[in-house]
């Protein structure tokens, strides 16, 4: 009896729920009983009324099935209308304002990767990485700094050596330090020798002749290199202040790199800091005072060039060399000009 009781509780809230179900399923077997049950058991006329009974049964249980059927269809009926009339009909605005949350995922990311100005590289070969990635396929590179010691020694051959091989159109802006401005001369050298004044990795120490050297050799090698490649659109600006950052820009990136050869920042072209020092460069360009690079065709240069070569380049561009300075000072200068020693490859 307890067993029945509690089988009882289990289905009664199943079967008050789904009356019309439990009834016909309840009919439904009443019906096979009546079905197996002998005739006589109803009587003289037993089949008759057996027969009967079972026909009305089955009649009540499809009466029961199509009551069932036609509830359910009127519960799914709201539904259905709340599925093609709200969430089918809301399906192109939700598409749309997903596109809209993609855009300004988008957005967001460029916002974001744009605010990473800068990043900072630790050590000489993360900045000759970056110079090296800087200079590949670049057409143009933008150059401020001191005296343009690493420009002479490195960038410039290599870039003009890249181009060269692929009969590639090449623009570089140089802008270095006025080498008849005995004033900032001094100043720069001073700068230099504050921070140390041991020789650094050309094996030379900093003095005011040894900065307007370096400028004049980077004036040389700029008139060199454009007698020597047709496709090379070469200008130098001569700044009378100096900087203590030196700039780099390629088509690809920005770096700036400071006295410490371990330290140096960059980045990539696009970016907020990337187009800004572009600017700045080309402004400050356009501010120092300009060499005559268009005369190159009228002070031609051998692959060697000899003192009085050099001695008439300066002469003839308006930035002559000092009086006091002799044949072994030329010479000097052509060396730096044509066989610049990368001061970071120690």
Request: glycine content about 6%.
């Amino acid at each position: 009896m307890s067993r029945f009781m509690a089988a009882w509780r289990r289905t009664a809230p199943w079967a008050a729920k789904n009356a019309d179900g439990a009834i016909a399923l309840a009919l439904a077997i009443v019906v096979g009983v009546l079905g197996v049950m002998p005739d006589e058991v109803f009587g003289p006329k037993g089949a008759e009324v057996q027969s009967q009974l079972v026909s009305a049964a089955t009649l009540l249980i499809l009466a029961l099935v199509a009551t069932a059927l036609l509830r359910d269809r009127a519960r799914q009926a709201p539904v259905e209308r709340t599925i093609t009339s709200g969430a089918l009909a809301d399906l192109p605005a939700r598409l749309t304002r997903l596109d809209e949350i993609d855009t300004l995922v988008a957005g967001t990311r460029k916002a974001l990767d744009a605010l990473q100005l800068v990043r900072v590289l630790g050590s000489r070969q993360e900045i000759a990485q970056a110079h090296a990635e800087a200079r590949k396929d670049t057409t143009r590179w933008s150059f401020k700094g001191g005296t343009g010691t690493y420009m002479r020694a490195v960038t410039l051959p290599e870039c003009v050596a890249a181009a060269r091989r692929v009969k590639r159109h090449l623009t570089v802006r140089i802008e270095v330090i006025d080498p008849t401005d005995a004033e900032v001369c001094e100043t720069y050298a001073h700068y230099r020798r504050s921070l140390s004044d041991a020789p650094d990795g050309t094996g030379e120490t900093w003095t005011t002749d040894r900065v307007r050297k370096e400028s004049y050799a980077t004036i040389l090698t700029a008139f060199w290199h454009r007698q020597r490649y047709g496709l090379l659109d070469i200008g130098v600006g001569l700044s009378a202040t100096m900087t203590t950052f030196r700039w780099d820009l390629s088509a690809t990136r920005l770096i700036m790199t400071v006295e410490d050869p371990n330290r140096a920042m960059t980045a990539l072209a696009g970016t907020f800091y990337y187009e800004n020092c572009d600017t700045e460069l080309r402004l400050s360009f356009e501010q120092a005072r300009r060499v005559p690079l268009e005369m190159y065709k009228k002070v031609p240069l051998s692959d060697e060039p000899t003192v009085e070569e050099v001695q008439e380049l300066f002469a003839r561009i308006g930035v002559p060399l000092p009086r006091s300075y002799n044949e072994h000072d030329v010479v000097d200068i052509a060396r730096k000009a044509l066989r610049a020693v990368n001061p970071y490859a120690s």
